[in-house]
């Protein structure tokens, strides 16, 4: 069965540079979510969007942004990175409507900012 | 966390004890659910339980949910080597498009 798709999986970038991450849905699914662990931190929630239009919006950095496209798939933009902003970012996906609420998570994006 | 609290942050067990992880949530949810995660890897669906339901089974999982007390807790029965990782409760809301809120983990040792 198809699952959610993350590119990259790998990614370096130096302090102040930009990075963009995608996040391909499971088909027919039509909200995406995305998550930020730390090192030996829990996930965080950072934003979510349905239908193409953000639901919801959680503790995401003013330098980040994130879009949904007709597609569904949907990317998230990161500028001027920070040490900080090292971890693994994971997008996560469910089909709205069903009775089911699991959300499906891709394998993740480690970016490492050096 | 942005929800509450595992218990405990860590537990090493022997290979075939069971173990008892539990989870404290803070608002009203719809349902909770189980990840387990390998080091450093992506977030693996064990079980998820609603609102309505007290308990529930799958293979060596368990899991129960008291919304009274705003808690939760996953057994794993007969564990095995492989059951080493880090596991994280995570609540979702009432809305359609509900994000998962995660709580802070336990991480699983299995000693053979």
């Known amino acids: 069965a198809a699952g959610v798709i993350q590119s990259p999986r790998h990614l370096i970038k130096e302090k102040r540079e930009t990075a963009t991450l995608k996040c391909y849905p499971i088909?027919?699914?039509?909200?995406v979510y995305w998550y930020q662990q730390g090192p030996g931190q829990d996930p965080q929630f950072l934003i979510s969007?349905?239908?193409?239009?953000?639901?919801d919006k959680g503790s995401i950095p003013d330098r980040f942004s994130a879009q949904q496209f007709s597609d569904y798939h949907s990317e998230l933009n990161m500028s001027s990175l920070e040490l900080g902003d090292s971890a693994l970012y994971f997008c996560?996906?469910?089909?709205?409507?069903?009775?089911?609420?699991?959300?499906?998570f891709g394998p993740g994006t480690r970016l490492t900012v050096t | 966390s942005q929800q509450g609290e595992e218990d405990p942050q860590a537990l090493s067990i022997q290979e075939g004890e069971n173990a008892t992880m539990n989870c404290s949530y803070k608002?009203?949810?719809?349902?909770l659910q189980w990840y387990r995660q390998n080091s450093g890897r992506g977030l693996v669906h064990l079980i998820l339980?609603?609102?309505?339901?007290r308990e529930k089974h799958s293979g060596r999982l368990r899991v129960t949910l008291d919304t009274s007390k705003k808690s939760s807790s996953l057994l794993i029965t007969a564990s095995r080597a492989a059951d080493t990782a880090s596991y994280f409760c995570?609540?979702?809301?009432?809305?359609?498009?509900?994000?998962?809120?995660f709580g802070s983990g336990t991480r699983l040792s299995i000693r053979p």
């Open positions: 969007f349905y239908e193409k239009m953000q639901s």
């Open positions: 088909p027919r699914h039509d909200t």
């Open positions: 339980i609603r609102s309505n339901e």
């Open positions: 608002t009203s949810i719809n349902n």
């Open positions: 996560a996906s469910r089909r709205s409507g069903l009775s089911s609420y699991e959300q499906y």
């Open positions: 995570a609540s979702s809301g009432y809305s359609s498009a509900s994000k998962i809120i």
